[in-house]
């Protein structure tokens, strides 16, 4: 399969494609879903990763009385990421050859092949995102509501974590218009010649 089936579909007047190729056609004028919160944890907290308790609908549930949002309008991505071996250290798992006998190998310990080794190799990644972009601070402020809750749980009692706290530069401002923040062409015509 290639991308001309993303032509085909969307080249297509068949009705029962309709959906795909509006699809397509937001992915193409680049109507993507909208960020609007992101929160990382360690790999002990995976308990609150779970899709039943991070979902849409538990945020929908702290939205405050005038936000208009629905859980339609809200996404979340669970992702867990690390080095391919979960919580261990892939390094301890490799074996090491010598450069003058090439039967001889041997582990290294990760602190004598770099000081820059991290501590964690996994973490989780929780993100919200908005169909609606006009919706994303009432999303934000209840999915941040949502969050406080396990700050003051049993889950954090086990953590190294002292709180869930929010990516500060998703942080939208609280009064005012909401940024306009889409890509803008710089616009060097009007330059002056300074000679």
Known sequence: MTDEIVRDIARSREPELEV????????????????????????????????????????????????????????????????????????????FYSKYNGKDKFPIASELISACVPNKYEELIIRVFTRDPAKSKQIQKAARRFMGIFNSSPFMASSPLKSITPNRGLTLPDNGPEPDIKKRRLDFSAQTDHA
């Not at 960020?35 to 609150?48: A, G, K, N, Q």
């Not at 945020?59 to 919580?87: A, C, P, W």
């Open 20 to 95: 795909a190729r509006t699809i397509i056609k937001r992915v193409q004028k680049r109507e993507l879903y909208k960020l609007v919160d992101e929160f990382i944890l360690p790999p002990d907290l995976s308990t609150i990763a779970d899709p039943h308790i991070m979902n849409a609908a538990k945020i929908t549930e702290f939205r405050s009385d005038n936000d208009d949002f629905s859980e339609r309008d809200v996404l979340v991505d669970i992702n867990r990421v690390h080095y391919g071996m979960k919580n261990h250290n892939p390094v301890e798992h490799i074996n």
